[in-house]
């Protein structure tokens, strides 16, 4: 009896033995899980500030561009720049001579003369001092003003008489108040070509003021070709412009192509896995597109036809109670479904700043970055110009292919659009060598991205359209900056918009070296509309 009794204490403490192991497994194994699982969201948070810290180091890239002292001529550097030449106004509203007479001298301005002709008008100096071209209305500008202007240069192509023994001296100077006086740039310069062959280019810096578009801008501020000799041969001006240095955005720069850093970037015990930079300003503004423009985007970007219409009608008649301040708010249109926006949402915004100056047809656009703008955001802005729908497309790869080894830079200038001097880099230019294009599309395109009024008035060889596109534009003032970032096995995404404010009284970009709300224009006054830091399932 002694023996079962002890053998059954025995089997009793064996289970209990076994109880108590299988207890302490259990309890080890969720300390374990528990440690793992607080691991897991140590690096799940980790993984979200090496991200944020990812997205300051791409706003870094962008302020490292914009902030960038030197100027450069490569498309592969911070702080490209290029030279864009502005023409000044026309007839009794906008050119004003003094002392001058000559054959249809009020073409002068122009280089050689309107951008399609051979023939050279010009501006007659006499052999009396003081006698001299003077310019004003700066429109061609309208075009530029949202880009950072580095420098500004009076230039001038002048030839001198064959008779006579005495060479004309020129002084190049510029008026802050209507010409009520004048400031000297640069100094005197004596006239050596005797042909517009070889005619001479004449440069004087303009001293560079805080806001350098306002001045610009303002009909107040002229120049002038001012003979400062007397003598026995006349001066001929044909060209009178400003030369100015602005800064252009590309896909070519660094902070497009992510060569600022390599990744991954290590960040503390994480690293950056990828910064992706993406320019707004080469989106299609839902606030100012209009309503051919936003169905001709939504055609591009697979919607039909009818659908495309329906559905452009009924953005602009939301905006008109209900200004859009997030792409997301598409979803609260009549008739938009989750297929439709995820179609398009990669091809709007409403960051970009809000060109108010523009005149032809007047009012508040924003313009469309020609060298950062998608295929399809092209192809629309190219459709409200012309009709042809297989050119629409071969332009628009041209212009992909053109901006990938030299960027765009501006809209138009006779200098540059002449055969001799002709720049890939202007517009206007690009445009007259692609064969495909006839000479009436090739002006309904170029009206259709020009700003001003400038050009139709001008030359007469614009051919006007509707006013129912946008402008292209050459910089960039908003930006989208998604960032990767991992921690031990999670890894974690942030995306931020990062732009600045734009003063639109100065003409000039509020820097400040922190995150800035992007300004556009309300119904009423401008207004702010900012997105934070957002972590990304």
């Not at 192809?379 to 497309?393: E, F, K, L, P, S």
Request: proline letters at 3%; hydrophobic letters at 40%.
């Amino acid at each position: 009896m002694r023996t079962s009794t002890s053998g059954a204490a025995l089997l009793i403490v064996f289970v209990l033995m076994l109880v108590l192991a299988a207890l302490g497994a259990a309890l080890l194994s969720q300390l374990v899980g528990g440690a793992k699982s607080a691991a897991s969201v140590v690096d799940w948070q980790k993984a979200l500030w090496v991200a944020e810290g990812g997205v300051n180091r791409g706003i870094k890239a962008i302020r490292d561009d914009g902030g960038a002292a030197a100027q450069t001529t490569s498309p592969a550097a911070n702080g490209y720049c290029s030279l864009a030449y502005v023409e000044g106004g026309y007839g009794g509203s906008g050119i004003g001579y003094s002392g001058a007479s000559g054959s249809n001298y009020d073409r002068a301005a122009f280089h050689g003369t309107s951008w399609s002709s051979s023939t050279v008008y010009y501006a007659t100096l006499n052999s009396v001092v003081n006698a001299n071209v003077t310019i004003w209305n700066f429109q061609q500008a309208v075009n530029l003003i949202g880009s950072r202007l580095r420098n500004i240069e009076i230039v001038c192509r002048a030839i001198k008489d064959k008779s006579g023994g005495t060479d004309p001296v020129i002084q190049l100077q510029y008026s802050l108040n209507g010409g009520g006086s004048w400031s000297n740039a640069g100094a005197a310069t004596g006239v050596s070509a005797t042909s517009w062959l070889a005619g001479s280019y004449l440069y004087a810096t303009v001293p560079l003021p805080a806001n350098p578009w306002q001045y610009v801008m303002n009909n107040n501020f002229r120049i002038r070709a001012l003979r400062t000799n007397a003598g026995d041969r006349k001066c001929y001006i044909d060209w009178l412009a400003l030369r100015l240095t602005t800064e252009v955005d590309a896909p070519t720069e660094p902070w497009s192509t992510g060569s600022y850093a390599s990744f991954p970037l290590a960040l503390g015990t994480g690293s950056i896995r990828s910064i992706l930079i993406s320019d707004e300003s080469g989106k299609i503004h839902l606030n100012y597109a209009s309503q051919t423009l936003l169905q001709r985007l939504m055609e591009y970007d697979g919607i039909a036809s009818g659908t495309a219409a329906t559905l452009a009608a009924a953005i602009v008649s939301y905006r008109g109670a209900h200004w859009f301040t997030t792409i997301q708010e598409l979803k609260l249109v009549t008739g938009m479904t989750q297929a439709y926006y995820d179609l398009i949402d990669q091809d709007v915004t409403v960051y970009p700043w809000v060109n108010t100056l523009v005149t032809m047809p007047a009012g508040s656009r924003s313009p469309v970055n020609i060298n950062t703008a998608g295929r399809n955001s092209l192809r629309a802005v190219i459709r409200t110009g012309i009709t042809d729908i297989a050119d629409v497309d071969s332009l628009a790869d041209a212009i992909i292919t053109q901006r990938a080894t030299t960027p765009f830079t501006h809209m138009f200038s006779t200098y540059h659009t002449q055969a001799a001097t002709r720049d890939n880099g202007c517009l206007a230019g690009f445009l007259e060598n692609q064969a495909y294009l006839d000479a009436t599309q090739r002006n309904q395109i170029r009206d259709a991205a020009d700003g001003s009024s400038y050009n139709t008035t001008l030359t007469g060889n614009w051919t006007a359209v509707a006013g129912t596109g946008t402008e292209f534009c050459y910089y960039s003032n908003a930006f989208m900056v998604l960032s990767q970032g991992i921690s031990g096995s999670a890894t974690r995404a942030v995306a931020a918009v990062y732009g600045e404010r734009y003063d639109y009284t100065a003409y000039s970009v509020l820097t400040g070296g922190t995150l800035r709300p992007i300004a556009f224009i309300g119904q009423a006054s401008p207004r702010g509309c900012w997105t934070l830091p957002t972590p990304i399932p």
